[in-house]
């Protein structure tokens, strides 16, 4: 695929999960939506999925789309666990070659990764993105992937009615 045609494919892709998020405060259902519409969209895709953190230095997996994935991730292994550390995401041409990874599928070559922040910058989740093709992703998709991120970011946050609530004097 080429990087015009891989662009386009983004575009379509994050306009439709923008609409989905739109208004949507319920991280579940907006990280199922986004796993199912980035999934269909990247043939290059092998897993396409989430996981949350569960309490500090943890990592459960959520809402994903392909082969049984690992349940938990310290923080201390893996590429999920670097982009939680780092806070950072994380663009892996070759699996083997990268220190710790965690091989939930034999078959996995490549990965990308990116930290989902909520509103008050505190990491909610990784994105990962597995491929059986070696380099399968690049800067391209780290840019695109990070602002489907951003959009995912909004559905993290409290409820107007509740922050208004909390924030009420008395
Ligand atoms: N490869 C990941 C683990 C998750 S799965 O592949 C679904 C990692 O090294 O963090």
Redesign the pocket.
Known sequence: MSPGDKDQIYRRTLGELAAVLDGLADPIAAMASAASLLHQALPAAS?T?F?RVVEPGLLRVGP?QGPL??LE?PFG?????ATARERRSQVVPD?DA?P??????AL?RS?I?VPIFEPGGELVAVL?I?SHQPAAFDELDREHLETAAALLAHAFAPPASTASTESAPG
Request: charged share 20%; proline share 0%.
């Open positions: 897993w999925g996981y994903y994935g690992c991730i292994r893996g590429v999920c666990g699996v990268f710790g990874h965690i091989a939930c599928d996995a990965e990764t990962d597995d």
